[in-house]
């Protein structure tokens, strides 16, 4: 007899998640979508990085130290991001540009995310993690989008894209992801 196995099939589920991520709609049929499955030591640099940019960020940024808390509690965790290689060539302003040339002639400002970007690309990536994250409620897992695992992922180097979010992914009988303090 096997007892609680659930946990043992978490890492499998992940890439399914991402599986989800991956096939999920993309504009113009370009897909810019960036995945990854956090291995065990990357959790710690995740972690710590995520301390860091809150010592780094001040007073209110102690939510940071939480969510590293909880990514180092969860059973697994996937990273979702966009590295954008170019724009839609709509020219429709969104980004707050008038044409996508000069949004794509601007230097990118680098903080814990890369911009400006085309304002699809940011679509493509929400339209991911919702169809990453529609998946894991499927599985009945319990998870969060968090972007402080995202942006420490990037600042960390750990996944090379424009923007990044991350999703920890726990199965246990309470979600260690509601009464959060």
């Known amino acids: 007899m096997i007892f609680n196995p659930e946990s043992d099939v978490l890492d499998a589920l992940a890439k399914s998640i991402l599986l989800a991520a991956r096939t999920a709609p993309k504009a113009k049929g370009?897909?810019?979508?960036?995945?990854?499955?956090?291995?065990?030591?990357?959790?710690?640099?995740?972690?710590?990085?995520?301390?860091?940019l809150a010592d780094q960020k001040g007073e209110g940024f102690v939510f940071l130290k939480r969510d590293a808390a909880n990514l180092q509690n969860a059973g697994a965790a996937v990273l979702i991001g966009v590295k954008t290689s170019g724009a839609a060539g709509l020219n429709c302003g969104a980004c707050g540009f008038e044409t996508c040339a000069e949004m794509l002639d601007r230097q990118k400002v680098k903080v814990e995310f890369m911009?400006?970007?085309?304002?699809?690309?940011?679509?493509?990536?929400?339209?991911?993690?919702?169809?990453?994250?529609?998946?894991?409620?499927?599985?009945?897992?319990?998870?969060?989008?968090?972007?402080?695992?995202?942006?420490?992922?990037?600042?960390?180097?750990?996944?090379?894209?424009?923007?990044?979010?991350?999703?920890?992914?726990?199965?246990?009988?309470?979600?260690?992801?509601?009464?959060?303090?």
Do not use: H, Q, W
């Not at 942006?151 to 260690?176: C, E, H």
């Open 115 to 181: 911009g400006p970007n085309c304002m699809f690309k940011y679509v493509d990536l929400g339209i991911a993690v919702g169809a990453a994250v529609a998946k894991a409620k499927d599985f009945c897992i319990d998870n969060r989008v968090m972007y402080t695992v995202g942006a420490a992922a990037r600042v960390s180097g750990l996944l090379d894209a424009d923007v990044v979010f991350g999703i920890p992914l726990s199965v246990t009988g309470k979600n260690i992801f509601f009464d959060r303090k």
């Open 30 to 52: 370009v897909d810019d979508i960036v995945t990854a499955l956090v291995e065990k030591e990357d959790v710690e640099v995740l972690a710590s990085t995520m301390e860091r």
